[in-house]
């Protein structure tokens, strides 16, 4: 288990930022993917961006261009910078990782480590 801990969700009103991070208790480069996904009430947990190890990184188009994914494998934490915030956005947001590159990026299913959740609400 690589317990995974989200913090800096809170509460903008729509334009404004949140940075999100995600600390793991033990070496994130050995997870071949990290990646943020969101759950808002009575819809489908879905992906938000992924980092591979190698550098790479993928984004949801509703997201594309206002949000950014990175790591510090020093801090073995990975954050997630998003600006122009939308009521749209408002979710929980939850911290993933898997040890395969395999698949696609977004399938829940694939990861095999997530955190609790952080909240996030934008009003208009």
């Known amino acids: 288990q690589v317990p995974l801990v989200e913090s800096g969700g809170g509460s903008v009103q729509a334009g404004g930022s949140l940075r999100l991070s995600c600390g793991a208790s033990g070496p994130i480069f050995s997870r071949h993917v990290m990646a943020w996904f969101r759950q808002a009430p009575g819809k489908e947990r879905e992906g938000v961006a992924a980092i591979y190890s190698t550098g790479g990184t993928f984004y949801a188009w509703p997201v594309k261009g206002r949000v950014t994914i990175s790591q510090d494998n020093a801090k073995n934490t990975v954050y997630l910078q998003m600006n122009s915030l939308k009521p749209e956005d408002t979710a929980m947001y939850y911290c993933?990782?898997?040890?395969?590159?395999?698949?696609?990026?977004?399938?829940?299913?694939?990861?095999?480590?997530w955190g609790q959740g952080t909240q996030v609400t934008v009003s208009s």
């Open positions: 993933a990782a898997r040890g395969t590159y395999g698949g696609d990026w977004y399938d829940v299913n694939d990861y095999h480590y």
